[in-house]
């Protein structure tokens, strides 16, 4: 007798484990993982509409930087940013700055006047799609994409900016 209701409730807890399983799976399928996902459009600094992919330009990789105001590491970035989105063929139509701001009064200004006249400049808050797609979880960050949209390298600081563009 033991030994039929043990059986009978490991094929409880199997069904239940079945069930759940199921219902991860389901889920995981219905949201797109991050970098994965469509991106709303969004309006740069200028008024240029932007989104991924219907934006990205075609030819050499579109460099994607995201910075943050307040960051030390961004503001050691944005010099070697400016000067790779400077001399980046295409200029600012293949160069893009995301500026995650916490609030309206974050101190952006600092990031806007240095970027814009190298890039199309995006001023989003820090659940933007734009930051989930590129996977973004800490501040600075570099991205080349290739011309179909594919992540062709990532760069953390300026260092390793210089090094990327190097070779």
């Known amino acids: 007798m033991i030994a039929l209701v043990l059986s009978v409730l490991a094929l409880c807890v199997t069904v239940l484990n079945l069930l759940l399983c199921y219902g991860i ?26 989104g991924v992919p219907v934006a990205l330009p075609a030819g050499s990789p579109t460099l994607v930087g995201f910075f943050s105001p307040g960051c030390g590491a ?34 952006s200004r600092t990031y806007l006047d240095a970027l814009t006249p190298v890039a199309e400049v995006l001023r989003v808050p820090l659940d933007s799609p734009w930051v989930t797609a590129f996977g973004v979880t800490g501040f600075p960050q570099v991205h080349a994409l290739t011309e179909d949209g594919a992540l062709r390298w990532s760069a953390l600081g300026p260092a390793d900016l210089e090094r990327r563009l190097a070779g």
Do not use: N
């Not at 995981?28 to 932007?50: F, I, K, M, S, Y």
């Not at 050691?76 to 309206?104: M, Q, S």
């Open 74 to 107: 961004c503001e050691d970035l944005l010099p070697a940013f400016t000067r790779a989105a400077g001399a980046h063929p295409g200029g600012t139509a293949k160069v893009t700055a995301v500026v995650v701001e916490a609030g309206p009064d974050s101190g």
């Open 25 to 50: 799976i389901r889920r995981l399928r219905a949201e797109p993982a991050p970098g994965q996902g469509p991106l709303t459009a969004d309006h740069t600094v200028t008024g240029l509409r932007v």
